[in-house]
């Protein structure tokens, strides 16, 4: 369903060769995630624990963070901030609702997106 995000992103930032996270509606984490609705994609950030990891990173979440409303963006993840256009400009802190015990839940190593129902290409 966030077929047009991912596209559109992955066309930006050829260097993101991982990029999916679709999951099983009878998956636990559902009550907490768009994995499940088909309305978010994980780009996963190559050498994310390196500067220039970390710094693609923020490259990508602030140009989906700009091309937001084309993207129909509901909110992003990365590097411990989320950031929600229908609650303001500003990243906030993250925390994952099983905790950040890891890399992958505190999203430091891929830059997550939701997208809102209804995104085109969906």
Known sequence: MAKHGLQCIASAFPQV?????????SDASCRYSDHCTGYAVDFMVP????????????RIARWVQANHKALRVK???????KWNPAANDQWRPYI???GNQNPTLAHK??????????????
């Open 96 to 98: 994952h609702p099983y």
């Open 109 to 122: 190593d891929h830059v997550h997106v939701s997208f809102l129902s209804g995104a085109s290409g969906t």
């Open 47 to 58: 050498r994310w624990n390196t500067t220039a990891g970390r710094e693609l990173g923020w």
């Open 17 to 25: 060769k991982s990029m999916g996270g679709r999951r099983s509606s």
């Open 75 to 81: 909110y992003i993840i990365w590097d411990v901030k």
